[in-house]
T-cell receptor
């Protein structure tokens, strides 16, 4: 049973436009939500996170929005650049006994079109 | 040094072999993790080490045996694996629980024949 769901396997966006990646979760006990970016043959790279008590976090071109009532979060990238083409994983963190456990969604492949 | 280094990058092993994967970080992170990722699937947590002690084992079969010799090093010993264990094995480390994210290595691509 997936606790973190990314229902769009892929997304194509024109360079310069906004990319919106969506994620849903089922467990209301998660403490943080995170987005990771992954290029082929590399490990995932941490992008941005949001606490479960916030509804928005912004870092440069990246903004994450959290809607707790809908158990939904989204990552906005604006403007989209060619280097943004990668697989994006949504992840959720639960802190247990002073350790955290991150659960990943299946990922969305983002293609930035010239 | 802000990296997690994993060796080897690629490994092919037979089902009767014993091999080890190695992970190293020198960022002073107190927690280290092993994840397994199969094609078109998300990374799945296997083990968490916190201050060199095993704190989470996600019901991983005993043919996978983790070891944390010191705060910078994490090993994964492999024995009697099955072809379905072929996957990308990712190591990660983190400073503390919270919104900091993990630093991942590039992974070891394991093929069991």
């Amino acid at each position: 049973d997936q606790q973190v769901k990314q229902n769009s396997p892929s997304l194509s966006v024109q360079e310069g436009r906004i990319s919106i990646l969506n994620c849903d979760y089922t467990n209301s006990m998660f403490d943080y939500f995170l987005w990771y970016k992954k290029y082929p043959a590399e490990g995932p790279t941490f992008l941005i996170s949001i606490s479960s008590i916030k509804d928005k976090n912004e870092d440069g071109r990246f903004t994450v929005f959290l809607n707790k009532s809908a158990k939904h979060l989204s990552l906005h990238i604006v403007p989209s650049q060619p280097g943004d083409s990668a697989v994006y994983f949504c992840a959720a963190s639960a802190i247990m006994n002073r350790d955290d456990k991150i659960i990943f969604g299946k990922g969305t492949r983002l293609h930035i079109l010239p | 040094d802000t990296e997690v280094t994993q060796t080897p990058k690629h490994l092919v092993m037979g089902m009767t072999n014993k091999k080890s994967l190695k992970c190293e970080q020198h960022m002073g992170h107190r927690a280290m993790y092993w994840y397994k990722q199969k094609a078109k699937k998300p990374p799945e947590l296997m083990f968490v080490y916190s201050y060199e002690k095993l704190s989470i084992n996600e019901s991983v079969p005993s043919r996978f045996s983790p070891e944390c010799p010191n705060s910078s090093l994490l090993n994964l010993h492999l024995h009697a694996l099955q072809p379905e264990d072929s996957a990308l094995y990712l190591c990660a480390s983190s400073q503390a629980p919270g919104p900091y994210g993990y630093t991942f290595g590039s992974g070891t691509r394991l093929t069991v024949v």
